[in-house]
C-alpha cells in the first residue's frame, strides 16, 4: 500500500517543458514587435499521465494581421517520430492543424525536425493560427513519452547555433513579410506538491520507518530466544 502511495504521489510531480520564441534565425524583422521580457508565441510539453503528453501553443505578441503557418519541434533521437499519435484537445475556435512526423517534418538543408504543426488557412479563418489564439495537442502513442523528450536540439553543418523549435510568422505588422524564430533554451518546471501531499507523505514515511522498527524488535527477540541470551532488565530495588 505504501508503495502505491508513494507512486501516486510521484506521479503528481509532472513536469513541464516550455519554449519562449523570440529570436529571428531567417527572414525579415521588418514589423515584428518583441516585448523584451515576454515571447512572441509560446510553447508548453506538459506530462499528463504516462506516455501521455499535453502541448499548448499560445500567441502572445501578435499583431492584428499576424498568424502562425507551421511550428517544428524535436523529438529524443532514441525514439521514433512515427510513432507518435495526435489528438487535437482544444483551440480558439478553429480547425486544428495538420501533423507531420520524421522525414516529412523537414524544414531545410541540415534541419530535420521530429515533428510539425501546419496551420494551412490560405484565406479561411478557421484554419488560420492567429494573434491571441492557442492550440492544444495530446501527444502518445509511445508508453515512455515524457514532456523531456522533446527538449533535444539539432545543429547544421554550418553553423554552431543550436535549434530547439523554430515557429513561422507570416503577415509581420502590416506588411506581408514573413519571418521565422527560434526558441531559447527550454525552461524545465517540475511542480512542488501541494502541502497536503507533503504532509500524507511524511505520515506514510514515518508509518514504514516505525513498522521497521517493530519488525526488527521482534527479530531481535526471537533470536535472543532461540540462542537463550537473557534480554536486559532492570532490577528490582533493594529492600532495607
Not at 498568424?67 to 495526435?86: E, I, K, M, R, S
Request: with cysteine; aromatic share 10%.
Amino acid at each position: 500500500m505504501l508503495a502505491v502511495s508513494l507512486a501516486g504521489s510521484s506521479a503528481s510531480r509532472a513536469s513541464e517543458l516550455t519554449f519562449d520564441f523570440s529570436t529571428v534565425f531567417r527572414g525579415s524583422s521588418l514589423g515584428l514587435t518583441v516585448v523584451p521580457g515576454s515571447p512572441v508565441m509560446q510553447a508548453i510539453f506538459q506530462d499528463v499521465s504516462p506516455g501521455v503528453v499535453r502541448l499548448t501553443v499560445s500567441n502572445l505578441n501578435l499583431t492584428a494581421n499576424e498568424n502562425v503557418p507551421a511550428l517544428y519541434f524535436n523529438l529524443n533521437p532514441t525514439l521514433n517520430p512515427a510513432d507518435l499519435h495526435f489528438q487535437f484537445e482544444s483551440g480558439s475556435g478553429f480547425v486544428g492543424p495538420s501533423v507531420a512526423t520524421g522525414d516529412r517534418a523537414y524544414f531545410g538543408p541540415g534541419l530535420h525536425f521530429g515533428f510539425s504543426l501546419h496551420f494551412l488557412g490560405h484565406g479561411d479563418s478557421s484554419r488560420t493560427f492567429g494573434s491571441g489564439e492557442f492550440v492544444t495537442e495530446l501527444i502518445s502513442g509511445i508508453p515512455t513519452l515524457t514532456a523531456d523528450d522533446f527538449g533535444t536540439f539539432i545543429t547544421r553543418r554550418t553553423s554552431p547555433d543550436k535549434y530547439y523549435a523554430v515557429a513561422g510568422i507570416d503577415q509581420l505588422g502590416d506588411t506581408s513579410q514573413s519571418t521565422w524564430l527560434t526558441s531559447d533554451v527550454p525552461k524545465v518546471n517540475v511542480p512542488v506538491p501541494e502541502p497536503g501531499s507533503f504532509a500524507l507523505l511524511s505520515a506514510l514515511i514515518g508509518a514504514w520507518l516505525a513498522l521497521c522498527a517493530r519488525k526488527r524488535a521482534g527479530e531481535f527477540a526471537r533470536l535472543c530466544k532461540l540462542q537463550r541470551i537473557p534480554l536486559r532488565r532492570t532490577p528490582p530495588a533493594s529492600r532495607r
